[in-house]
């Protein structure tokens, strides 16, 4: 009997072992297939500093830095500025373009290229005026009395520095009205310089006669 029940209990425990034998077999064949990387997965990304896109620039900040390395730097910026201009007017992004010519015509004014910053201020001054831009308008004609007394026209300069006067006082821009001030101000000074040497030229031949 005891020989019977040794055999019995042998048997048993062999056939319970190799079950859990082909247990452990299993999930050592799906760990392993899970371990296995499938072909299709892209390779890893590099993300090197090298790759990495570089910010975007500003080109409107730096104009003032660039104005004064080289002509080519004007150049440069000027085609941006105008490429830009374009591109906004073609879509009808007309406050940005108005801005666009305020920046060329600032760029002309370093240059003394009164001209062609004269005929963009007043396209610039005229789509602001359109949409109701008051500091803008300001600016521009601010600007606008610049070029006209750098040519001696300073009774439209005047004209221009009053309007902006007016523009800012109605909407209580108090940097603007002060400014407009100082730029009268300066300009009432400068004519009376202009006209006292004027006068002394006027006199000089006058003097010559008599001498003879």
Known sequence: MRIFLLILLSTICF????????VDLKLKDLTAKKQ???????????????RFPKAPVNKNAVIPELLARSEYSLEVIETEVMKTAKHNMRFRVYNDASYNF???A???????RY???KWFLLQSNSISRDENDDKHTIANLIDL????SGLGDYIQ??????EAHELASIRGFKDDVSLTDKKLLYLKQNQLNMQKVEVRY???????????
């Open 145 to 148: 009395a610049t070029i006209k």
């Open 157 to 162: 300069a005047r004209q221009d520095l009053t």
């Open 202 to 212: 006027a006199e000089a031949p006058l003097n010559t006669v008599k001498a003879e």
């Open 115 to 117: 001209a062609e910053a």
């Open 15 to 22: 056939t319970a072992s190799a079950q859990w034998y082909r």
């Open 106 to 112: 600032r760029m002309y004014i370093q240059q003394n």
């Open 102 to 104: 305020s920046e060329l």
């Open 36 to 50: 296995v990387r499938p072909e299709a997965i892209e390779p890893p990304a590099n993300h090197a500093l090298a």
